[in-house]
């Protein structure tokens, strides 16, 4: 079975502020696939990055950084100078590719992220 | 990337009747996958639906509440049935694009449903 966990449920940081949301996931797949999306008010979900298993560089996209390390099952991601635009729910989400778990995405409960003014 | 459509995009429904979720994507893509988001809640996968064959639904999930249709390669349909207030929910599209690991999983706007 997989699982992923985002313990926190809300956080609430002033703009310019650095953020790390925190994913920790479980699965017996030794390959597989994870996820981070943002859903803003409006209800979209849009995709942030996909990360392979087998690939643990870290990587950065702007203002944004994922910190995967497999010895911990971890996913963890990093806002740098949070902006009033980057609040929203943030979802991590799981996939394995062995057989009865292929293409299916497991969500964590999301984060809810409010960066004030 | 894929650029994903739904229609509607919202619906106030009374209870014991049917809605028809479309969604329409731009491109051809072989897996498409219904989930459903509750208020406050994570999203949930309904079913997974492959052009020509049968829908596979989740544990929880039955077709007679949740027919699905998926006539091409860029179309999907799903009804939710006979619905309570308990159905109200947001109801995502969602296509897989590229292979093996290059695979992506893009989603659409969400129809937002609820059942009075």
């Known amino acids: 079975a997989q699982k992923v966990t985002q313990a926190q449920t809300e956080i609430s940081v002033v703009e310019k502020e650095d953020v790390t949301l925190d994913c920790v996931y479980e699965?017996?797949?030794?390959?597989?696939?994870l996820f981070w999306y943002k859903q803003p008010p409006s209800g979209e979900l849009v995709f942030l990055i996909r990360?392979?298993?087998?690939?643990?560089q870290n990587e950065i996209s702007g203002r944004y950084s994922w910190n995967f390390q497999k010895s911990t099952s971890s996913f963890n991601f990093t806002i740098t100078a949070s902006q009033v635009v980057d609040s929203a729910v943030y979802f991590c989400?799981?996939?394995?590719?062995?057989?009865?778990?292929?293409?299916?995405?497991?969500f964590g409960s999301g984060t809810q992220l409010t960066v004030l003014p | 990337s894929a650029v994903i459509s739904q229609k509607p995009s919202r619906d106030i429904c009374q209870r014991g009747t049917s809605l028809t979720i479309q969604c329409q994507v731009d491109?051809?893509?072989?897996?498409m996958f219904w989930y459903r988001q509750q208020p406050g809640q994570s999203l949930t996968l309904i079913a997974t639906a492959n052009q020509g064959s049968e829908a596979t639904y989740e544990s929880g999930f039955v077709i007679d509440k949740f027919p699905i249709s998926r006539p091409n390669l860029t179309f999907s349909t799903l009804t939710v049935s006979n619905m309570s207030p308990e159905d109200s929910s947001i109801y995502l599209c969602?296509?897989?694009?590229?292979?093996?690991?290059?695979?992506?999983?893009?989603f659409g706007p969400g129809t937002r449903l609820t059942v009075t």
């Open positions: 699965t017996r797949d030794t390959t597989y696939y």
């Open positions: 969602s296509v897989e694009t590229g292979a093996g690991f290059r695979s992506e999983q893009y």
């Open positions: 989400a799981l996939r394995g590719i062995s057989s009865g778990s292929a293409r299916q995405l497991t």
């Open positions: 491109s051809q893509v072989t897996m």
């Open positions: 990360r392979n298993s087998f690939d643990e």
